[in-house]
């Protein structure tokens, strides 16, 4: 683990009901702020109507078809969408690393990622999109993740052995044999490859309700099953062996982790492609400040994971304008030089 | 029940194989209430497994461990938990804790993870943390203790979960001798208020010292247990911990102290 100061200790006086509640107003700030920015800037006071005119079935007669296009059809499930999945990538994060005691680890540790990404370049090449239309990449990608994490698990079974070292090394193993066989398909298939690279990095640009529901949901699920173990998690810290001393029962937190995590991050994936460090980053910083429990640590590293793909995204939006930049670019780019300013000025080093 | 159900702890015929050894073979022992049990042996005598097989967190491939009447292997981990406290060799704590956040996760089983701690937890989670002299430095992040400090946080831990079986696998192994005497003088007092204590140890005066009786282990059997003074002979020592062995009598105490003497 990483070696933090004593940081965290003073910031007990934020009790989580307190910290989650700021975190929270800061969250809905930047939403605001995201549905505002692009090409036009719409005001507070306007999207705060034209949503809750949109809620109550009123007519929009005072706002031009355009402006009420724009926040209800283009920036709104888009900006939610997004919001919801950094609070996956980030939460999975943080259980990840309690579960797997790896500072290391990340919502893809498993396979999910690997998974989605060949999921969704065999739906292409089986010629998917003819018959399922523009759901098809997304549900490819979700079919994939399922199946590729489902096999770390077959082959943990199999050997009978759930130590997590070897789910770490049988998820790297199949997720390194999943990206060869992307790579290998993308190589062949040649012209569409344009698409599938936007996935691969990252992108947000085609988003309509319909994700947005589905993200929304599996995320609520997820996050319940992550609060009822985040208790639990704390003594995993230690060994597996020790939390059993401590009368937790192991198996049960670690399938509702991987499980819950798994939904999470599975249906993130699948419509927003592969978005890298928002899981690592955004828990470790946390930890910085508000120590390693993980009754804190899990709800808050959700919505500041909100907040920081929000403002990501916001950035590749709005920085080359009217092109847009992969999130994956902005995520590195600004959460890699946060990150070793914080490792810089910690009054530790790594351990 | 069984008749031999007056003992806190009892094994039956148990042997253990972890594929290709076997670790333990065909122990029986019997532990009263009360009392302080130390075990010694050489390394890889078998005595981690065996403190894990008395907490059931190690399957047996044939017999039975029974804690108060009731086989380990048939309780949950919380029902364990309740009646088994155990000090694990050399505990790192982990970064971001308190020490009283980490004692607190010995009352974890005792509660679900929506209910907050009663007024009782708290009581007994400072006095524990009393009891292992760790109260002064409650509120410090316990990754930054020393070593000796982490164990009586692990220490402290234990005592949280108001076992009335207290195992000890090596926990005083890597302390200095204050360290060592202050945790292993606390076991024993805690023998008094009815907890049984069973330890396994390296140092051999300290543990004819402090316990009631010893079980000296050797590749997976039990060689000798009984009184200090009967299980600790010159002649035994050597044989099984293939050394030579001196013994220098000491003052106030039919016991003499043992040391190894290196071969010329």
Known sequence: MIQHGRQWLYMRWLDAPVSVLVA??????????????????????????????????????????????????????????????????????????GLFRNPLADPYIVGVAAGAGLGAIATV???????????????GAFVGALLVVAGVFGIAARRNSYSNNDLVLAGVALGTLASAMTTFLMIQLG?????LLAFLLGSFATIGWDAVWVVTTSVVVGMVVLTIVARDLNTLLFSEEEALFLGI???????????????????????????????????????????????????????????????????????????????????????????LWQLLTSKRSIA | ????????????????????????????????????????????????????????????????????????????????????????????????????????????????????????????????????????????????????????????????????VLLLDEATAHLDLHHQQAIMQSARELTRCGVTVFATMHDINLAGAMADSLVLLHEGGIVKHGAPAAVLTQATLEAVYAAQVQTVPQAGSTLPLFTAFPRH
């Open chain 1, 191 to 195: 012209r569409q490859t344009n698409q």
């Open chain 1, 249 to 339: 029962n192991v198996r049960r937190v670690r399938w509702l982790t991987i499980g819950g995590a798994t939904l999470m991050t599975a249906t993130a994936v699948a419509f927003h492609g592969l978005i890298g460090f928002v899981g690592i980053i955004v828990p470790h910083s946390l930890r910085f400040w508000i120590g390693g429990d993980h009754r804190r640590l899990v709800p808050l590293a959700a919505v500041y994971g909100s907040i920081f793909l929000l403002i990501a995204d916001m950035l590749a939006r709005t920085l080359v304008a009217p092109q847009e930049l992969p999130l994956g670019i902005i995520t590195a780019g600004i959460g890699a030089p946060f990150f």
């Open chain 1, 24 to 97: 929270v107003l800061l969250c809905v700030m930047t939403l605001f702020l995201a549905v505002s920015i692009g090409s036009v800037s719409i005001p507070f006071l306007d999207i705060v109507t034209i949503t809750w005119q949109h809620l109550l079935g009123r007519p929009q007669s005072q706002f031009s078809p355009a402006t009420v296009t724009i926040v209800l059809s283009i920036r709104l499930p888009r900006v939610l969408l997004v919001a919801f999945t950094g609070a996956a990538l980030s939460a999975t994060g943080a259980a990840y690393q």
């Open chain 2, 1 to 164: 029940m069984n008749a031999s159900d007056q003992w806190p702890i009892v094994v039956e015929q148990v042997t253990v194989r972890i594929a290709p050894r076997t670790i333990l073979q065909d122990i029986t022992l019997n532990i009263s209430s009360h009392t302080f049990v130390a075990c010694l042996g050489p390394n890889g005598a078998g005595k981690s497994t065996l403190i894990r097989v008395l907490a059931g967190t190690q399957p047996v491939a044939t017999g039975q461990v029974r804690i108060n009447g009731i086989p380990v292997a048939e309780r949950t981990a919380a029902q364990r938990a309740a009646v088994v406290a155990v000090v694990p060799q050399a505990v790192r704590m982990p970064v971001g804790f308190t020490v009283r956040e980490i004692v607190t996760m010995a009352r974890y089983h005792v509660r679900a993870w929506h209910q907050r701690l009663t007024h009782r937890d708290q009581e007994i989670i400072d006095y524990a943390m009393e009891q292992a002299g760790i109260h002064a430095f409650r509120d410090r992040p316990a990754h930054e203790l020393s070593g000796g400090e982490q164990q009586r946080v692990a220490f402290a831990r234990a005592l949280a979960q108001q076992p009335q």
């Open chain 1, 125 to 139: 090449a089986l010629g998917g999109v003819l018959l399922l239309g523009s759901l098809a990449m997304p549900l």
